[in-house]
């Protein structure tokens, strides 16, 4: 079982700066992917950045140039550090990871979220 804990949200005013990280445990081995989702009041999810198989991080347009994913393989832990924070920035922000856990299986985890309201 693998286990995805967010931290790090919080209230921060418009133009104000927050990192979050979400560290992985249990059983991860196979894990490949993670991201980052958020989902907006009365909104569908959206993916905010993506880091597949190493490579360099994927942004949602609306936060190029403002959001910057990076991990510490160490602490199995992935940040998504956040600056320039906009109002529609507010949102809960999810951490996702797939793990493959067979040449035909890949099973999907999600952290329980973290709240990020930014006020203007």
């Known amino acids: 079982q693998v286990q995805l804990v967010e931290s790090g949200g919080g209230l921060v005013q418009s133009g104000g700066s927050l990192r979050l990280s979400c560290t992985a445990s249990g059983s991860i081995a196979g894990i490949y992917n993670m991201d980052w989702y958020r989902r907006a009041p009365g909104e569908a999810r959206e993916l905010v950045a993506t880091?597949?198989?190493?490579?360099?991080?994927n942004y949602a347009d609306s936060v190029k140039g403002r959001f910057l994913m990076f991990e510490d393989n160490k602490k199995n832990t992935v940040y998504l550090e956040m600056t320039d924070l906009k109002p529609e920035d507010t949102a809960v922000y999810y951490c996702h990871a797939d793990q493959r856990v067979s040449p035909v299986q890949i099973l999907s985890h999600w952290g329980q979220g973290t709240q990020v309201t930014v006020s203007s």
């Open positions: 880091n597949i198989d190493g490579g360099p991080p």
